[in-house]
């Protein structure tokens, strides 16, 4: 167990709609990263917010948006969901704001049909 | 063309076997290179960590960086079926200061299985 927590574990969802995926970075953790995994891309960095401030930006769709609060816990909302973003989401976090620390979570299956 | 190439396997071995597992890169800026192992259904575990150029010995495990061919490899010494997993590679460019955040480009990662 990595200590990142992710909730829900998995869900399913119609085209059109919106979800919010959660994150609780390890005690201490700072950073909160976000990834999406799918077949064919694998592992794609989306965004990385440190200490409530986003700190760098990948290739994030703009129907998707993070956040994180002052508790440091992360949340990624998806909208108007299609169904090539059925793939599973990651959420590391570590310590500072090096990515060669980062720990990964359990992540979320996200399925749109 | 990917930033960054994977052999994706599968690969199969008997149980004490040497792996080797490698990845090539074409963006010369990545500087920090990184291997995680993913079980089924889990998230990624890093396993090596290596700046720049080198050898690093972690245990059984190996990672070796070899930035003139643009080429990093991690071996497996007396491979178990605990090891079957995917691996996959990861790199990262130095940003302003000297430290790497955010984007970490994976490879495809490559399927081991370790039969007994």
């Known amino acids: 167990d990595s200590g990142v927590t992710q909730t829900p574990k998995h869900l399913i969802t119609a085209t059109g709609q919106r979800v919010t995926l959660r994150c609780s970075p390890r005690?201490?953790?700072?950073?909160v990263y976000w990834y999406q995994q799918s077949l064919d891309q694998g592992l794609q960095f989306l965004i990385q917010y440190y200490n409530g401030e986003e700190r760098a930006k990948g290739n994030i769709l703009e129907r998707f948006s993070a956040q994180q609060f002052p508790d440091l816990h992360s949340e990624l909302n998806l909208s108007s969901l299609e169904l090539g973003d059925s793939a599973l989401y990651f959420c590391?976090?570590?310590?500072?704001?090096?990515?060669?620390?980062?720990?990964f979570g359990q992540g979320t299956r996200l399925t749109v049909v | 063309q990917k930033e960054v190439e994977q052999d994706p396997g599968p690969l199969s071995v008997p149980e004490g076997a040497i792996v080797s597992l490698n990845c090539t890169y074409s963006n010369s800026a990545f500087q920090y290179f990184m291997w995680y192992r993913q079980y089924s259904r889990k998230g990624p575990e890093l396993l090596m960590y290596?700046?720049?150029?080198g050898n690093k010995e972690d245990g059984r495990f190996t990672a070796q960086v070899d930035k003139s061919s643009k080429y990093i490899s991690l071996f497996i010494r007396d491979s178990q079926p605990s090891d079957s997993a995917t691996y996959l590679c990861a790199m990262s460019a130095s940003s302003a200061g000297g430290t790497s955040y955010g984007k970490l480009t994976f490879g495809q990662g490559t399927i081991l299985t370790v039969h007994p």
């Open positions: 590391a976090s570590s310590v500072s704001q090096k990515n060669t620390e980062a720990f």
């Open positions: 005690s201490g953790d700072l950073s």
């Open positions: 290596t700046y720049s150029s």
